[in-house]
């Protein structure tokens, strides 16, 4: 009994803290990063194809938090009445995400990049970094519940 106590000890511990190798919760680890990233460039593509509004409206969880320079941090309905507000005609905003982490649990990660923003009438792309925190659903769709982004990288020229 003394030598069974222990093994059994040690197997439910393995199986609940996923120490044995091969053992993946699903939606989690190296998968979950690559959802989640895949996700980001998706929410990017709709941005570029549908405009930032329409993008931005669609991969809001509804309790999400825009922060956006010189403002208080814009939260739930009041950011998606700011960005319905929005008129997102004059320019086209597209990003990369460099990197993701997802938590263990597999509810909550993060992506960060490099964005690209382009004036319709301008031959010159701005260039940002942003951050973003997503939240997975219960139906499996990552939603973002926080968005910033910082000007800085620069200014370039398109018709060099």
């Known amino acids: 009994m003394k030598i069974f106590l222990p093994f059994v000890l040690l197997a439910s511990v393995s199986f609940s803290c996923d120490l044995l190798p091969g053992k993946k919760t699903p939606g989690t680890g190296a998968q979950a990063k690559i959802e989640l990233i895949e996700a980001d ?6 941005s570029e194809e549908k405009g930032m509004k329409h993008a931005f409206l669609e991969y ?24 319905i507000q929005q008129n997102d005609s004059t320019y086209t905003l597209k990003w990369e995400p460099k990197n993701g982490v997802v938590a263990k649990s597999g509810e909550l990660g993060y992506t960060y ?30 939603k973002f519940v926080l968005d910033s982004g910082n000007e800085g990288i620069g200014e370039v020229k398109t018709d060099q």
Do not use: H, M
Request: charged share 20%; proline share 5%.
């Open 41 to 46: 460039k998706a929410f990017s593509k709709l």
């Open 60 to 83: 809001l969880d509804s309790n999400g938090v825009l922060l956006r320079p010189n403002q208080a941090p814009i939260v739930g309905a009041d950011a998606i009445d700011y960005l």
């Open 113 to 142: 990049g490099i964005y690209a923003l382009q004036p319709t009438a301008k031959d010159t792309i701005i260039y940002g970094t942003y951050v973003s925190i997503w939240k997975k659903e219960a139906g499996g769709k990552w």
